[in-house]
Nanobody
Framework: QVQLVESGGGLVQPGGSLRLSCAASGFTFDNYAIGWFRQAPGKAREGVSCISKSDGNTYYADSVKGRFTISRDNAKNMVYLQMNSLKPEDTAVYYC????????????????WGQGTQVTVSS
């Protein structure tokens, strides 16, 4: 059974940091890129960051470049999203997803999804 389980969300003040984790099971982790998407109330789901399956190349949305860092640990089947200098506009439910290819511009083709974790940035 394929599972992606996000954790690490919460309430943080503007300028603060959070580290999201995505635990994967039920599929060959090394064969999949892992992406992070987010969805704010009333808005479409958008790609935040992705890390490729083989060479570890990373990709970021312009809105988070320089503030977020994605990494993966293939030995543990884990992906992390370190989020620094958080802004109120980062508030959303964050989802991790798996697909053979990093495609950040759309969520449509991703094979597997987690249930999401809420991130709220507010003073």
């Amino acid at each position: 059974q394929v599972q992606l389980v996000e954790s690490g969300g919460g309430l943080v003040q503007p300028g603060g940091s959070l580290r999201l984790s995505c635990a994967a099971s039920g599929f060959t982790f090394d064969n999949y890129a892992i992406g992070w998407f987010r969805q704010a109330p009333g808005k479409a789901r958008e790609g935040v960051s992705c890390i490729s399956k083989s060479d570890g190349n990373t990709y970021y949305a312009d809105s988070v470049k320089g503030r977020f860092t994605i990494s993966r640990d293939n030995a543990k089947n884990m992906v992390y999203l370190q989020m620094n200098s958080l802004k109120p506009e980062d508030t959303a439910v964050y989802y991790c997803a798996a697909d053979p290819v990093c495609i950040l511009y759309t969520s449509k083709w991703w094979d597997y999804w987690g249930q999401g974790t809420q991130v709220t940035v507010s003073s």
